[in-house]
C-alpha cells in the first residue's frame, strides 16, 4: 500500500503498518449494512502469547478475535513471516480477515466453522477492493493477499479448527474482491454487472468468472443457411419449383 511502504527494500510489517489499517478498516465497516453504528472493535498487539479473560482460550498465540470483549488480538509474529515471504497487504490482509470475524459477529451473523472462516476471507477481499477503489494499492498488492490467503489453507479437512483448502481460502478472498463483500445468508442477487477493479492482473477464472464462449470451427466450409432464414416467399418458391420438377418427372414416366 503507498501509505504504508518505508521503502521499496523494506515491506516490513509493523506498528505503524497496522494503526493505518485499522483506521481504514472501520472506515470500511461504515459502508457496510448497520455497520455506520457499530463500535470498532479494540486492536491488541502483542507478540507470543496474550491472555484474555473474555475468550475460552488459556492463551492465544496467533491472530484472533475474541467476541467476549469485541478485541482482536495481533501477534505480530506470523505477520512478520507473511510479510518478509509475500509482501506487506498480505499480512495487513490477515488483520482484515479478524476484522471480518469482528464484524459477523456484532451482527450476529457469523457462521460456524469453515463457512465462517471463508467469509472472513471475502471481507477480507471486500476490503482489498475497497482500498483499491481509494488509490491506495500499489501494483503487485492484491496479488500478495491471493497468495498469503492460498498459502494459510490447509487439507484437514476433519480437523475440527479447518478453516479451508487453498483453492477455497483464495476462491473466497477473490468474491470478495470481484463483487464486494456480502453477508452470509444474504439472498439477495449480485450485481449482474460488478464493477470491474482496477487491478486484477493474472486472475484464473473462477465460477464467478466465465470465460467467453468458443466460436464453433468453420474448417473452410460455406456457412449453413437454416431453411426458416429464407423467408415466407423464397418457400413458396421452393416449392413451385418442386412441383414444377415433379410434374416434368410425370410427364417422362407417361412417354
Known sequence: MQILHQ??????WDLR????????????????????????????IYKGTAFSRACPQSGIDAPAYCPGDHTIYLEIGLGDQVASK???????????????????SQR??????????????????????????KGLLEAGDVN???????AVGDYEVYHHDHHGTPIERRQAFEQGYQQGFRLPGDTSPPPTNPLP???????????EQH????????????PVTPLLG???????????????ITMINRARVDD
Open 144 to 150: 500478495e493477499a491471493r497468495a498469503t490467503f492460498a
Open 17 to 44: 503498518h497496522a494503526a493505518a489499517v485499522e483506521d481504514l478498516l472501520n472506515q470500511y465497516i461504515k459502508t457496510l449494512p448497520q455497520g455506520a453504528n457499530m463500535p470498532s472493535p479494540r486492536l491488541f
Open 197 to 207: 477493479p482496477a487491478q486484477s492482473p493474472g486472475v484464473p477464472p473462477t465460477a
Open 108 to 133: 450476529k451473523l457469523h457462521p460456524r466453522g469453515k463457512e465462517g472462516e471463508l467469509a472472513a476471507d471475502a471481507f477480507a477481499g471486500g476490503f482489498a477492493r475497497y482500498v483499491e477503489q
Open 7 to 12: 521503502s521499496p527494500a523494506h515491506a516490513a
Open 211 to 222: 470465460p467467453p464462449p468458443i466460436a464453433p470451427l468453420n474448417n473452410g466450409a460455406s
Open 86 to 104: 509475500y509482501g506487506d497487504f498480505g499480512a495487513l490482509s490477515i488483520l482484515s480477515h479478524e476484522f471480518g470475524h469482528a464484524y459477523m
Open 230 to 244: 429464407l423467408g415466407i416467399g423464397g418457400m413458396l418458391l421452393i416449392l413451385i419449383l418442386v412441383g414444377v
